[in-house]
Structure formats: structure tokens, C-alpha cells
């Protein structure tokens, strides 16, 4: 049996003006997200995006997975194409549904006919295979106001389309309409967990990992980028770039207070990652900090951490409890990876009192026994950085960032 999959375009119908380019950038993504698995056609139409296979080898599976998560999506249906034939339509439905219509009690069907040539009007169609329904499995009966399932018939210019629920996608809205930022990436559980966030809004990935060999591990800067895999099958193409930071980090030990030092070193993180940003289009940074959760995410901490930051910092789980984020990684899929056990360059030197109301003026005055500028260039010169997509992870040379986009 022929199968097709339908997309209806949620909070995406909303956008007046705007839909069109929506629409364009969703079908853009999609495209490019159907890469490797076979032909297809993919039209829209009427609120409806049909992606529809041009041989019949194509893995449904697989584009159904790939397709629950790309952004934009609210719900899509599997359905079977048929030819615009009642008696097809009706055979199609009993068979195409079987194991749904085996598992409940009560249906009803509704029908949408835009072929208006079709030589049957919607009530007339629904009422058909209502009743071959009804006599195929004697165990069901119509239930108009709260049936267990909706048998949806399409009758469209282009083929008639069976479908039974339909599934909830990814939701948000596409990849690319929300801008370009830059999200600090740790191996923890909350870092990718916004970016995630971030890109459900819309937003293009780049990001930024502080690694500092040779206290950090090799390990732990390839678990990062198996995250940032996972995080890419939902956000699309990821360029990452990997900051080494321990020389700063000697620095900070060497001439600063030592309940200051988880501070200080946030505010070089937001000078080194704005200035990537910046290299890179990017408006904005993101973070995984929850308020409370830690020393350095008490308010007064993040305020003097903002202040090195001359772009907006964006912290999309601010508000949010562990489990909810535990939650949200399993969904994601980073779960299992992020609790590997890895050393992060923020856990190798924990001060062991650090301050939870840090002022502005103490870390300023700190500060003055470091060249700042110095220390960031130096960072940033040594920054590597991959390319992550859908096919792999690729190294790109330093000066050859973005000729080749
Ligand atoms: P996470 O689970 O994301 O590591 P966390 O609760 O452990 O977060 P911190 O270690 O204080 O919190 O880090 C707060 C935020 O700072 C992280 O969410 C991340 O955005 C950023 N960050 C921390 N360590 C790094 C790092 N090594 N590289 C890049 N960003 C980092
Ligand atoms: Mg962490």
C-alpha cells in the first residue's frame, strides 16, 4: 500500500504576512531532512504539506522519525494514497487502519473533498465508508460526539488520502525564521537542553565548548560533540567551536580570589563566546543556567556574569526544576549521554567556598591584575572548529569558517 505523509501547519498558519517565508524555510528544512532517503515530492497545499515518496523503497519509518523532529511541525499523519475511487477509499480505510480499528470501539469518519468533480460531496463519502467500516468489523459502532478515533478521508486534486490520529510533531517554528545564536555548551544535562529550546523557537545553533586539556579529557570534549549530534537532529547543521581555556584558568587561580573564581570565569567565557558570536552572525548567547541550581546561578551571580556579555544572554530553563529538564534530555535524546561520567573545565577548579552574592565591583577590581584583552585573544587563537551535520562531524580549518557556507 502506498503511503504519503501529511503535515498541518500549526502555530505557522498564524504568522499573516509572515507565512510565506515560514512555510518557504519549513519546506527548505524538510527537504534537506528527507536527505538520503529516497525520492520524494514534497508540495504544499491548502495548510497541508505532503511529502510524498517516488519509489517504493523509501524507509517510512525513518522519515517519520526524522520528521517529528524538525521544528514548525505541530501534527502529521501517515496516510495511504488511493485512487480517487469510493469503493477504493473504503477498502483503504478497513485495511490501512486495521490495527487501530481492531483496538477501539467507536469511530466516526469526516471527509474533506476540495476535488469538487469527485462525483460524491463529504457527507456522502463519510456515510460510505462509515458503512463499509461498520460491516467489516462488527465490533465497532459510530460515535459522532466522542468516538476513539477520527477516520480522516481526503479527496484532494491529486489523489485521495486515508489517514487515522494523528501524531504530535516537534512543534515550534522552523529552523532559520529566529535568528543565529550562539549557545555556551558544556557536557552537562542543562546546556543542550537550551539549545534545544532555543532552536524550537526558530533559532540557528552555533556553539561554543570551553575545554581545558590537559585537566579536561579528550573524551569529554567528544561527548560534547555526540550531544551536539543529538541536539542536530532536531536543529539542523551546528558549527561548534572549542575554546581552551586552562592556561586562563592557571591565570585566574594564580592572581584572583579563589571564592571569586567560578565568576571570573564565566565573565571570559561571555567575552570569548561573544566575540565567536559575533565572527558568526550571532546575536545573542544561550546558556543551560537554572536559577538557584548552583553558586554561580543565584541572581546577583548572573548579573555580574551579564555584565562581560555585550550581547543578550539567553537562559531558556531560568525557571525551570531539574526534572523537568531531566525530562526534557530524555525526549531529546542527550539523556544517557550527558550523565557519562566526564570532568568539565568549570569542575576542575571549584573553589571550595565560592561566593553566591558576588559584586561587580569586587570582580572588576580581580580583574585588574589580568590582561583581559591579552587573555581573551589568546583563548580565541587557539579555538578549533567542526562542522556538525547530518553526515558527520568535519573539522574546518582555521580563516575557512564561512566561505563555504
Ligand atoms: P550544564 O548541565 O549545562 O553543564 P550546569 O548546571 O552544570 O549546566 P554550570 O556548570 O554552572 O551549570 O554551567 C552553567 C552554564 O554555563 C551551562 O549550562 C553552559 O551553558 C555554560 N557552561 C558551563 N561549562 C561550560 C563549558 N565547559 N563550555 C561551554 N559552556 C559551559
Ligand atoms: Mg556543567
Same mark, same amino acid.
Given at each position: 500500500m502506498k503511503e504519503t505523509i501529511l503535515i498541518k501547519l500549526g502555530e505557522l498558519v498564524l504568522k499573516g504576512l509572515n507565512r510565506s517565508t515560514f512555510e518557504a524555510v519549513l519546506l527548505k528544512n524538510i527537504r534537506r531532512r528527507m536527505t538520503g532517503l529516497g525520492d520524494f515530492e514534497i508540495r504544499s497545499a491548502q495548510s497541508t504539506i505532503y511529502i510524498i515518496p517516488q519509489d517504493e523503497y523509501a524507509d517510512m519509518d525513518e522519515v517519520q522519525e526524522r520528521i517529528g523532529r524538525i521544528f514548525g511541525i505541530v501534527a502529521y499523519s501517515r496516510a495511504c494514497v488511493v485512487e480517487k475511487d469510493l469503493h477504493a477509499i473504503c477498502r483503504a480505510a478497513a485495511d490501512y487502519l486495521r490495527p487501530q480499528l481492531e483496538e477501539i470501539s467507536t469511530f466516526k469518519v469526516e471527509t474533506k473533498r476540495s476535488d469538487k468533480t469527485f462525483p460524491y460531496d463529504s457527507p456522502a463519502i463519510s456515510r460510505e465508508v462509515g458503512a463499509y467500516l461498520l460491516q467489516q468489523y462488527p465490533h465497532l459502532s459510530v460515535n459522532v460526539h466522542e468516538p476513539d478515533l477520527i477516520v480522516r478521508v481526503e479527496v484532494r486534486d491529486f489523489g485521495a488520502y486515508v489517514h487515522g490520529a494523528p501524531i504530535a510533531g516537534a512543534g515550534g517554528i522552523p529552523v532559520g525564521t529566529?535568528?543565529?545564536?550562539?549557545?555556551?555548551? @558544556?557536557?552537562?544535562?542543562? @546546556?543542550? $537542553?537550551?539549545? &534545544?529550546?532555543? =532552536?524550537?523557537?526558530? $533559532? *540557528?545553533?552555533?556553539?561554543?565548548?570551553?575545554? @581545558?586539556p590537559p585537566y579536561t579529557s579528550e573524551l569529554? *570534549? *567528544?561527548? !560534547?560533540?555526540?550531544?551536539?549530534?543529538? !541536539?542536530?537532529? &532536531? =536543529?539542523?547543521?551546528?558549527? +561548534?567551536?572549542?575554546?581552551?581555556?586552562?592556561?586562563?584558568? *592557571?591565570?585566574?587561580?594564580?592572581? /584572583?580570589?579563589?571564592?571569586?573564581?567560578?565568576?571570573? +570565569?564565566?565573565?571570559?567565557? +561571555?567575552? /570569548?563566546?561573544? #566575540?565567536? =558570536?559575533r565572527q558568526n552572525d550571532c546575536d545573542a548567547l544561550i546558556t543551560g543556567e537554572s536559577l538557584g541550581q548552583v553558586a554561580s546561578q543565584t541572581?546577583? =551571580?548572573?548579573? /555580574?556574569?551579564?555584565? #562581560?556579555?555585550?550581547?543578550? $544572554?539567553?537562559?531558556?530553563?531560568?525557571?525551570?526544576?531539574?526534572?523537568?529538564? !531531566? #525530562?526534557?534530555a530524555h525526549r531529546i535524546g542527550t539523556y544517557d549521554i550527558s550523565i557519562e561520567p566526564f570532568e568539565d573545565c568549570c569542575t576542575v577548579f571549584t573553589p571550595r567556598h565560592p561566593r553566591t552574592r558576588p559584586t561587580l565591583a569586587q570582580l572588576e577590581e580581580a580583574e585588574q591584575a589580568l590582561d583581559i584583552d591579552g587573555l581573551v585573544e589568546e583563548c580565541l587563537r587557539g579555538t578549533t572548529h567542526r562542522r556538525i551535520t547530518f553526515r558527520g562531524v568535519q573539522e574546518v580549518p582555521a580563516g575557512q569558517g564561512k566561505k563555504d557556507r
Open positions: 529566529g535568528g543565529k545564536a550562539a549557545i555556551l555548551i @558544556s557536557g552537562g544535562l542543562d @546546556s543542550p $537542553v537550551a539549545a &534545544w529550546r532555543m =532552536a524550537r523557537r526558530g $533559532v *540557528e545553533l552555533t556553539a561554543i565548548h570551553f575545554a @581545558s569529554a *570534549e *567528544e561527548k !560534547v560533540i555526540r550531544l551536539l549530534q543529538k !541536539v542536530g537532529q &532536531w =536543529a539542523g547543521r551546528i558549527e +561548534m567551536y572549542t575554546v581552551h581555556f586552562a592556561h586562563l584558568q *592557571e591565570e585566574l587561580l594564580k592572581k /584572583c580570589p579563589e571564592d571569586l573564581f567560578t565568576i571570573l +570565569m564565566r565573565r571570559f567565557m +561571555m567575552r /570569548c563566546a561573544q #566575540a565567536i =558570536a541572581i546577583k =551571580a548572573i548579573a /555580574c556574569t551579564d555584565a #562581560a556579555a555585550g550581547i543578550p $544572554v539567553f537562559r531558556p530553563l531560568i525557571g525551570t526544576d531539574k526534572a523537568e529538564i !531531566v #525530562a526534557e
